[in-house]
């Protein structure tokens, strides 16, 4: 009798350490946070962007995207809607601690995009490449950035 009990005593600690629901690591920790682009400009205005970035699981961010625009001093140009402009794109996948999968669809001003890129960090830098295609007329738009922890 005592041997089926200790049978019985190890099989129950095999079987309850054999779980599926490990979690999953951690992958947010080095994205969290407010990175800022640098300032672009020309003889006209002046831009730049803020992007906070905020845990959803351990494999997604939510991207709070503030784009500024500032007429250069004398230019005469004023601009309409709200400055900044803001964008939310609430899960955003994450491949490893360092690289992001940038695939989501947005709408501006009526006009919608399909966006494909990567973020990685290296430091305290995050750089970005990104392909966005317009469905309305199919036009492709791709640029690079690098924003800096701050």
């Given at each position: 009798?005592?041997?089926?009990?200790?049978?019985?005593?190890?099989?129950?600690?095999?079987?309850?350490?054999?779980?599926?629901?490990?979690?999953?690591?951690?992958?947010?920790?080095?994205?969290?946070g407010?990175?800022?682009?640098?300032?672009?400009?020309?003889q006209?205005?002046?831009?730049?962007?803020?992007?906070?970035?905020?845990?959803?699981?351990?494999?997604?961010?939510?991207?709070?995207i503030?784009?500024?625009?500032?007429?250069?001093?004398?230019?005469?140009?004023?601009?309409?809607?709200?400055?900044?402009s803001?964008?939310?794109?609430?899960?955003?996948?994450?491949?490893?601690?360092?690289?992001?999968?940038?695939?989501?669809?947005?709408?501006?001003?009526?006009?919608?995009?399909?966006?494909?890129?990567?973020?990685?960090?290296?430091?305290?830098?995050?750089?970005?490449?990104?392909?966005?295609?317009?469905?309305?007329?199919?036009?492709?738009?791709?640029y690079?950035?690098?924003l800096?922890?701050?």
């Amino acid at each position: 009798m005592k041997r089926i009990s200790i049978l019985f005593f190890i099989a129950s600690l095999f079987f309850t350490s054999c779980s599926n629901d490990d979690p999953s690591p951690d992958l947010t920790t080095d994205f969290i946070g407010t990175w800022k682009s640098g300032i672009e400009e020309d003889q006209y205005v002046k831009s730049w962007s803020t992007w906070n970035i905020s845990k959803v699981s351990n494999n997604e961010v939510k991207l709070t995207i503030s784009s500024f625009l500032e007429a250069q001093p004398g230019v005469g140009i004023e601009f309409e809607g709200p400055n900044p402009s803001v964008d939310i794109i609430e899960k955003v996948r994450l491949i490893d601690s360092r690289t992001m999968d940038l695939n989501f669809d947005m709408t501006i001003d009526g006009e919608e995009s399909t966006n494909q890129g990567t973020g990685i960090i290296t430091g305290n830098k995050l750089a970005l490449a990104m392909k966005t295609t317009y469905k309305k007329d199919g036009e492709v738009l791709s640029y690079s950035e690098s924003l800096t922890r701050q």
